[in-house]
T-cell receptor, first 113, second 114 residues
Framework: GESVGLHLPTLSVQEGDNSIINCAYS??????FIWYKQESGKGPQFIID?????DKRQGQRVTVLLNKTVKHLSLQIAATQPGDSAVYFC????????????FGQGTELSVKP | EADIYQTPRYLVIGTGKKITLECSQT?????MYWYQQDPGMELHLIHY???????EKGDLSSESTVSRIRTEHFPLTLESARPSHTSQYLC?????????????FGPGTRLTVL
């Protein structure tokens, strides 16, 4: 079936280092992807999105890369800060299913001071 | 981003009780969603709505029901709560962005059924 999965369930980085969180998706029809950040006890927070007609999109300290050939998505966080500690989810639209999204397992990012 | 409100934030109740989880958004979004999430795990869609008087079941079977009488309000009801319903319930609404529906989430309701 359709799935969106993350390669690493946990990631620990030193404050100030760059972080890379990876995501694999299986539905080649997906043409829209979103990264969410979820802090403990809160709902997911939109970080950045990308359409399939792009390979890269940058935001404030974050960059999303899309490799459609291998169906891989990554989130890069520059100069990681303690406030970045959270669980990160990628989501795909499954080829436009009327607004529904397919979520992956999530990666927990831990930032050491 | 959307302003999504959920109440209560935390709820502890006994088995057999009827409960309603409230979700409201102030942005006039047509599409709204309910997800169930166990701690640290992925989100599972249990209900969604494309507008007033429209409700559909999601990918994960749920004993809950929803209604959509007003655009801004999408409550979820459990007629008889059981310990297996213990989970976090997240509400979302979506706006049209870059030619796609982008979902924004509320803070969630942490439900514990004893």
């Amino acid at each position: 079936g359709e799935s969106v999965g993350l390669h690493l369930p946990t990631l620990s980085v030193q404050e100030g280092d760059n972080s890379i969180i990876n995501c694999a998706y299986s539905n080649s029809a997906s043409d829209y992807f979103i990264w969410y950040k979820q802090e403990s006890g809160k709902g997911p927070q939109f970080i950045i999105d990308i359409r399939s007609n792009m390979d890269k999109r940058q935001g404030q300290r974050v960059t999303v890369l899309l490799n459609k050939t291998v169906k891989h998505l990554s989130l890069q966080i520059a100069a990681t800060q303690p406030g970045d500690s959270a669980v990160y989810f990628c989501a795909e639209n499954g080829g436009n299913q009327g607004g529904k999204l397919i979520f992956g397992q999530g990666t927990e990012l831990s930032v050491k001071p | 981003e959307a302003d999504i409100y959920q109440t209560p934030r935390y709820l502890v109740i006994g088995t057999g009780k009827k409960i309603t989880l409230e979700c409201s958004q102030t942005m006039g979004h047509d599409k709204m969603y309910w997800y169930q999430q166990d701690p640290g795990m992925e989100l599972h869609l249990i209900h969604y709505s494309y507008g007033v008087n429209s409700t559909e079941k999601g990918d994960l079977s749920s004993e809950s029901t929803v209604s959509r009488i007003r655009t801004e309000h999408f409550p979820l009801t459990l007629e008889s709560a059981r310990p297996s319903h213990t989970s976090q319930y997240l509400c979302a609404s979506s706006e049209w962005r870059q030619g796609e529906d982008t979902q924004y989430f509320g803070p969630g309701t942490r439900l514990t059924v004893l």
